[in-house]
């Protein structure tokens, strides 16, 4: 016990001296620093170098009558650049800056390409010849019934006209009495041409008066 006591007491004096050479050295520190030199530590802070896009509070200034001012907030200026990606490159021409197309470009855009062939209406196929030989009755004035006789005329390859040579200087008579008039050759050589054109509907080597 009496071992532990004197330790003790050992350690207590030690720490009395430590604290008393403490406090010892601390006044004599304050003693040594003017009153000057503690407003220059103020208003000159150490360098700080933050990272980008910090913000970095500084203590607040005297003011020259004594008064301290509010805190600044210094942002350091970062400057960046835009990347640019390989490969792509931008215009600054608007869609109304481009060229206008040309007129051949625009027709062929206009007209769609077709390789469909004609309708077959546009090509005018071979009249009958039943619808021709009515078109030649209509012209002639051909009655129906004469109509009938001279369509009979497609059976055969000779026709022969018979006439009284001594009527054929006689003239005819006619219902229309400002016509003209004609003799009865007249009317056998018109008679003749109709009977022709009608005859080549139905037969195109022609037929033999």
């Not at 620093?33 to 103020?42: A, H, R, V």
């Not at 139905?202 to 037929?207: C, L, S, Y």
């Amino acid at each position: 016990m009496k071992a532990i006591e004197a330790f003790l007491q050992q350690c207590g004096d030690t720490c009395e001296s430590v604290a008393q050479s403490i406090i010892k050295d601390g006044s004599n520190l304050s003693s040594k620093i003017e009153p000057g030199e503690t407003s220059t530590i103020q208003n000159h802070p150490a360098e700080i170098r933050p990272n980008p896009g910090t913000s970095i509070k500084i203590a607040p200034e005297s003011l020259p009558d004594g008064r301290t001012g509010p805190p600044t907030t210094s942002t350091p200026h970062v400057e960046t650049r835009p990347e640019s990606t390989p490969g792509i490159t931008t215009s600054s021409e608007s869609p109304g800056d481009a060229p206008p197309s040309s007129p051949d470009q625009s027709s062929k855009a206009e007209k769609p390409a077709s390789n469909q062939p004609e309708s077959s209406e546009s090509v005018p196929a071979p009249q009958d010849p039943a619808a021709r030989f009515q078109q030649l009755c209509e012209r002639y004035d051909i009655g129906a019934e004469f109509s009938v006789k001279l369509r009979l005329l497609s059976d055969f390859e000779i026709v022969v006209v018979a006439d009284d040579s001594s009527s054929m200087s006689s003239i005819q008579k006619s219902d229309d009495p400002f016509g003209p008039i004609e003799s009865r050759w007249d009317v056998l050589k018109r008679s003749l041409f109709q009977i022709i054109d009608i005859a080549l509907l139905f037969d195109q080597n022609g037929i033999d008066v």
